[in-house]
């Protein structure tokens, strides 16, 4: 993989390392697909079907994220998961609302396909819609069981959770895996030169507020991660 793929990879402007994920509309890193599918075999056997609900998201699909949150057409949740009314916030204070639970274009793992969203589809009742929230993946929630095992047996195939803990930057996401070995040298090799590239040629509501901030929100919502296995 030459140098300039690797840059495009790190900012979710290309697909063509991706491949279909089996049960699911995902399409993760041609690397991550056979570790998936063993540990996929594994959770079956213990019980639990394991679901992709969100693998690769492109630069242009976390744009039209973060836009819709700093234009108020979806929901600002302050850390908590209140919904914030941003009409009160400084631009500053909204780029860093949305930070909590959104990541900035360029700067989200899930650009890689490396990182993926799970849940336990056999625990969710009919009709239910899953939110994706502490209360479905904590110890006894709806997903709580699934996620126990995952933390037993998750790095077996090299998978661990790069949002286990409140490191200051992006809230705690049980729900979020990362598959270590093809994700840690995409992490190394991300730089805020690169980031900033490709912010300045996008059309990101509060670019402005965004490209004073740069290297705080480097740090804190990119580069502070839990519980990486060396590789
Ligand atoms: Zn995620």
């Known amino acids: 993989m030459n140098a300039s793929q690797t840059d495009s990879i790190l900012t979710g402007q290309t697909e063509s390392h991706l491949s279909p994920v089996s049960e699911s509309?995902?399409?993760?890193?041609?690397a991550v697909v056979i570790p998936l599918e063993n540990l996929r075999k594994k959770a079956h056997r213990a019980g639990f079907e394991l679901e992709v609900v969100s693998g690769f998201r492109s630069f242009e699909a976390q744009v039209a994220i973060w836009n819709a949150k700093a234009s108020g057409q979806r929901a600002v949740l302050d850390a908590r998961g209140k919904v914030l009314d941003i009409s009160q916030l400084s631009p500053r204070e909204l780029v860093y609302s949305i930070l909590h639970w959104s990541a900035l274009p360029g700067a989200s793992r899930h650009h890689w396909g490396t990182d993926l969203d799970v849940i336990d589809r056999l625990s969710?009742?009919?009709?239910?819609?899953?939110?994706?929230?502490e209360a479905e993946v904590r110890p006894g929630g709806m997903f709580g069981a699934l996620h126990d095992?995952?933390?037993?047996?998750?790095?077996?195939?090299?998978?661990?959770?790069?949002?286990?803990?409140?490191?200051?930057?992006v809230q705690p996401e049980r729900w979020h895996l990362s598959h270590s070995p093809t994700a840690q040298p995409l992490?190394?090799?991300?730089?805020?030169?690169?980031?900033?590239?490709a912010i300045a040629g996008s059309a990101l509501t509060?670019?402005?507020?965004?490209?004073?901030?740069?290297?705080?929100?480097?740090d804190r919502f990119f580069l502070r991660i839990s519980d990486a296995p060396r590789v």
């Open 187 to 197: 992490f190394k090799a991300h730089n805020p030169a690169l980031l900033e590239a």
């Open 149 to 169: 095992w995952l933390d037993r047996h998750m790095h077996e195939e090299g998978f661990f959770r790069p949002y286990q803990r409140d490191m200051g930057g």
């Open 124 to 133: 969710v009742p009919p009709g239910y819609s899953v939110q994706l929230t």
């Open 206 to 218: 509060l670019k402005d507020e965004i490209l004073a901030e740069l290297p705080e929100i480097f």
């Open 25 to 30: 509309k995902a399409r993760l890193h041609q």
